[in-house]
C-alpha cells in the first residue's frame, strides 16, 4: 500500500488533503500538534502523528520510525505558520518559528525521504502561498518564507527530476481554515472572495494524477475577488 506523509493535516487544507488522498487508497500519516478523539479512532488508513514541528529532533525520530513501517511515496509540506503586522512589532520568537515551520521542517522532511522518493517514483508538494509571488507588507517575514518554499521546490524538481520524483508547489491565496486566527484580518465570507480547503486538495490530487512524464511545477489559486473583513 503506497502511503503519504502530510503536514497540518488536524484541520483545514491539511485534513482535506488527507481525505482525498485515502479515497484514493493511500495510508496518510497526518501530523499535527492535536487531533480529536474521533479521527484517532477514525479511518483506519489515517494514522495521526501528533508531534511538534518545532522540535526538530523529535520530527527526525518520527519520520525514522514511519519509514520502518511503510514505504513513503508522498510527501505534502503543508503545515505552515503567519504571524502579520509590521515587521518592527514581530518578536524573534515568531519570526524563528515562521522559518523553522514554513522552510526549515519542509526541507528536512525533504531531505530525509527523498531517497524513498526516488526508488518508488513519489512526490512532493509543498503548500505555499500566493504571497510568495508578491511583495507583502504587514507580512514581510510570512511572504519571504513562502518565497523560500517557492525557490526550493523550483530548484529541487531541477535536482530530481531526471529520477523520476514529481515536485510541484501551490501557492493558494486566502483560504477558509483558521490560519489567520494570529491576524486582525480574516477571509470574507464571500465564496468569490476566498478559497475552500477542498479546491487545494484537489490541486494536489489532479498534479499527482497527471501522466508520467509531465510534471507540474506550480499552480496559483487565487478567488475571483479580492477583499478582506477586519475582526472586530
Avoid at 31 to 55: A, H, I, S
Avoid at 70 to 99: R, S, T
Avoid at 145 to 164: D, I, N
Amino acid at each position: 500500500m503506497k502511503a503519504a506523509i502530510v503536514t497540518g493535516a488536524s484541520s483545514g487544507i491539511g485534513q482535506e488533503i488527507s481525505r482525498l488522498l485515502m479515497e484514493q487508497g493511500m495510508r496518510v500519516y497526518g501530523f499535527g500538534r492535536t487531533f480529536p478523539k474521533e479521527k484517532e479512532q477514525g479511518n483506519t488508513l489515517f494514522v495521526p502523528v501528533v508531534c511538534e514541528l518545532t522540535d526538530l529532533h523529535r520530527v527526525r525520530e518520527t519520520v525514522e520510525d514511519i519509514r520502518k513501517k511503510d514505504e513513503i511515496c508522498l510527501l505534502v509540506n503543508n503545515a505552515g505558520v503567519g504571524y502579520f503586522g509590521l515587521h518592527e512589532e514581530l518578536n524573534p520568537q515568531k519570526i524563528h518559528e515562521m522559518v523553522t515551520v514554513n522552510v526549515e521542517i519542509p526541507m528536512v522532511l525533504t531531505q530525509m525521504l527523498l531517497r524513498d522518493l526516488k526508488r518508488c517514483g513519489g512526490a512532493v508538494v509543498n503548500i505555499s502561498s500566493v504571497t510568495a509571488k508578491q511583495n507583502n507588507p504587514h507580512g514581510c517575514a510570512y511572504g519571504a518564507t513562502k518565497a523560500a518554499l517557492g525557490s526550493f521546490s523550483g530548484s529541487l524538481f531541477a535536482e530530481a527530476r531526471k529520477y523520476g520524483v514529481r515536485i510541484a508547489a501551490i501557492h493558494p491565496d486566502m483560504t477558509a481554515t483558521q490560519f489567520y486566527r494570529n491576524a486582525d484580518f480574516e477571509q470574507a465570507e464571500e465564496t468569490d472572495c476566498r478559497l475552500d480547503p477542498t479546491e487545494v486538495a484537489q490541486a494536489v490530487l489532479w498534479i499527482l494524477q497527471q501522466r508520467q512524464g509531465l510534471n507540474v511545477t506550480e499552480i496559483v489559486l487565487q478567488p475571483q475577488k479580492h477583499r478582506i473583513r477586519r475582526k472586530k
